[in-house]
């Protein structure tokens, strides 16, 4: 049984696949100092989501958007991760950014397969100006079409149904992790107040969140002996407001046409492959105008419950606050059709754009907002 086990719920979008990505490159250091952070037994490098990955073959349908063949795939993996996780003498770590989204008794599931004898839940967090806008994106690079307001109009939907709700809700799941001070509140019922930590993430350099990450874990000793990342390391970037709004319009189209999703998917990675080689690529996406108070709103009250929580917070709770003058300004024409141009040219290498339309496709049935949040 493990001494102590560090669970990392995330949240989505505040550096999990970063932290995720320095934890796999120094798990073999990590478990020279008693700190083990499982890995899977295949060999090659380690799939993205390798924990959460995991957690599926354990919850299943707890999660909207895991169906049971998923469900089944994944299940050996969780049994080989939670022995690791018993077996280790000292502190183990599990880093799963759905665990966010979990409700209470989800929760408890995991914390009692994991048997350890203490247990400290660490949350990374960011401002809902970067999570909303991030997100959406997220959906849009997965092969919605729909546009940024009629997003935060269902998120407003869920929200006005009240926390009560949410917190039973399988399909509101977004807001069981973007409100943090529930999310801490939430964790704490389960572990105690004193073992939940939330991090700031500063936006100012991934070095300074990997050390507040590794101080929330309890950690700061080990991490001063291991190599330390360089400020400007980064994992992947999402896409600009110019470029978003071009893989809108192209899903619309690919759907119209009759493309399935993974054909549409493969040409998608190509068109962002080439959108990241451009020098220029316009500002990020923002919360739409008209509903900035709305935000500025809820991320007040989140933080409201945050600070009352009790959950310790590493950095400054200031750090999370939604400031809508700090969003960029609006998008240019003339950035979205430099997009539009080098996603038409990436169209055209691909050979695919010579395919003739399907004979009448049926129109797919409108999606609900239930694929996960991820980076």
């Not at 995991?54 to 999660?63: D, H, I, N, R, V």
């Not at 107040?193 to 101080?215: K, Q, T, Y």
């Not at 002996?225 to 400020?231: I, K, Q, T, V």
């Not at 141009?341 to 050979?351: D, Q």
Request: aromatic share 6%; charged share 30%; hydrophobic share 40%.
């Amino acid at each position: 049984m493990a001494q102590r086990l560090v669970l990392h719920i995330g949240v989505q979008k505040s550096g999990t696949t970063y932290l995720q990505r320095m934890l796999e490159e120094r798990a073999a250091a990590l478990e020279e100092l008693g700190v083990v952070y499982p890995l899977p037994d295949d060999q090659g490098p380690v799939r993205v989501n390798a924990h959460e990955a995991a957690t599926y073959g354990l919850l299943g349908g707890e999660y909207p958007w895991v169906g049971a063949r998923r469900a089944a795939a994944e299940e050996q993996w969780w049994i080989r991760l939670r022995d690791r996780v018993r077996a280790c003498p000292g502190t183990a770590v599990v880093s799963a950014e759905a665990l966010s989204v979990l409700r209470s008794d989800a929760g408890q599931r995991v914390i009692d397969e994991l048997e350890a004898d203490e247990v400290r839940v660490v949350v990374t967090a960011r401002s809902l100006g970067r999570l909303l806008p991030s997100s959406w994106q997220q959906h849009v690079r997965n092969g919605r079409s729909a546009g940024f307001p009629r997003f935060i109009e269902s998120l407003a939907g869920q929200r006005a149904r009240g926390w009560e709700e949410i917190e039973k809700e399988l399909d509101a799941h977004m807001w069981r992790a973007f409100g943090f001070g529930r999310l801490a509140e939430r964790w704490a019922s389960l572990v105690g107040a004193d073992d939940v930590a939330v991090v700031c993430n500063p936006g100012s350099g991934s070095g300074s969140l990997w050390r507040r990450f590794m101080e929330a874990c309890g950690l700061s000793e080990e991490a001063e002996r291991l190599p330390a990342p360089s400020e400007g390391t980064t994992v992947h970037g999402g896409v600009t407001g110019p470029e978003v709004e071009v893989l809108r319009a192209l899903n619309a189209n690919l759907s119209a046409r009759g493309w399935t999703h993974e054909e549409g998917a493969l040409l998608r990675d190509r068109i962002v492959e080439a959108f990241r080689e451009r020098e220029e690529r316009g500002p990020r996406p923002a919360v739409p105008p008209r509903f900035r108070e709305q935000v500025a709103q809820w991320s007040a009250e989140d933080l409201d419950d945050l600070r009352a929580c009790g959950a310790r917070i590493v950095g400054s709770p200031e750090e999370l606050a939604y400031v809508p003058e700090d969003d960029p300004a609006p998008l240019r024409a003339a950035d979205i059709a430099e997009a539009s141009g080098l996603a038409s040219v990436v169209c055209a290498e691909s050979g695919r754009w010579t395919r003739p339309p399907r004979e009448d496709p049926e129109p797919r049935p409108r999606r609900r907002w239930r694929t996960p949040f991820t980076r």
